[in-house]
């Protein structure tokens, strides 16, 4: 699977075609699969600098997912305030 990361850099089409292609598992157990390789340290040990662009690649992602998510009681830019509005 590191391989495949990364010959797949800079290549062009739909990833998660070549994915089920090669490994015949959907994308999502895919990337299940490569998280759980890339936090070993045989990872590192193999590719230090795929590992840690990987591993840079998800932390931005899980934080602009949270950054993104809709506030709790709702959706986005719909405070309380709006709420009281509508029900008077």
Do not use: C
């Amino acid at each position: 699977m590191l391989d495949f990361e990364r010959e797949w850099v800079g290549r062009t089409g739909r990833k998660q075609d070549a994915i089920r292609e090669r490994f015949g598992i959907s994308a999502s157990r895919y990337y299940q699969l490569l998280a759980r390789i890339v936090n070993g340290p045989e990872a590192r040990d193999y590719d230090p600098l795929l590992v840690k662009r990987l591993q840079r690649r998800r932390l931005e992602r899980d934080r602009g997912g949270r950054a993104a998510a809709p506030r709790r009681g709702g959706a986005p830019g719909r405070g309380s305030a709006t709420r009281r509005r509508e029900h008077r």
